[in-house]
């Protein structure tokens, strides 16, 4: 049995190769054509109709709408008090602030007072101190 050379055998290979390409086209065109009859499906599908709810009545916004507006009401109001509770407290702290002013500028005036009279009694001091030494 003669030994086919490298080119023969590249040959048949190629031969090999190119016959199994050839046969799986021909496999896909029989597969598309088997499918033909079949519908295919799209994704997503544009006629198929979403359900929605249905829309709110009337009477039910305006429900909705009344109890919001007297929750603003009241909660308006409860705000008004507590500015006005605010306001009140704020006055009894400024009247406490002007009652310790008061209190500290009392203060620094008799400590000026007997920061003076210290200074005359020094003063004197000084004076009966030098009489007995001289």
Same mark, same amino acid.
């Given at each position: =049995?003669?030994? +086919?050379?490298?080119?023969? %055998?590249?040959?048949?290979?190629?031969? %090999?190769?190119?016959?199994?390409?050839?046969?799986?086209?021909?496999?896909? #065109?029989?597969?598309?054509?088997? /499918?033909?009859?079949? +519908? @295919?499906?799209?994704?997503?599908?544009?006629?198929?109709?979403? $359900? #929605?709810?249905?829309?709110? +009545? *009337?009477?039910?916004?305006? =429900?909705?709408?009344? *109890?919001?507006? @007297? *929750?603003?009401? /009241? %909660?308006?109001?409860?705000?008004?008090?507590? &500015?006005?509770?605010? !306001?009140?407290?704020?006055?009894? %702290?400024?009247? $406490?602030?002007? $009652?310790?002013? /008061?209190?500290?500028?009392?203060? /620094?005036?008799?400590?000026?007072?007997?920061?003076?009279?210290? =200074? !005359?009694?020094?003063? $004197?001091?000084?004076?009966?101190?030098? &009489?007995?030494?001289?």
């Amino acid at each position: =049995m003669p030994q +086919p050379t490298s080119i023969e %055998l590249a040959a048949w290979i190629g031969c %090999l190769f190119f016959l199994v390409a050839g046969w799986n086209q021909v496999e896909r #065109f029989l597969d598309r054509r088997a /499918r033909r009859g079949q +519908p @295919s499906e799209i994704q997503p599908q544009p006629l198929l109709v979403a $359900k #929605f709810d249905p829309p709110v +009545p *009337e009477s039910l916004c305006r =429900m909705r709408h009344h *109890e919001l507006r @007297s *929750e603003i009401e /009241r %909660l308006d109001h409860e705000l008004g008090s507590l &500015r006005d509770a605010r !306001r009140a407290d704020v006055g009894d %702290l400024q009247q $406490k602030i002007n $009652k310790v002013d /008061r209190e500290v500028g009392e203060l /620094r005036a008799s400590i000026e007072l007997n920061n003076q009279h210290l =200074m !005359r009694i020094d003063a $004197k001091l000084d004076r009966v101190i030098e &009489r007995h030494t001289a």
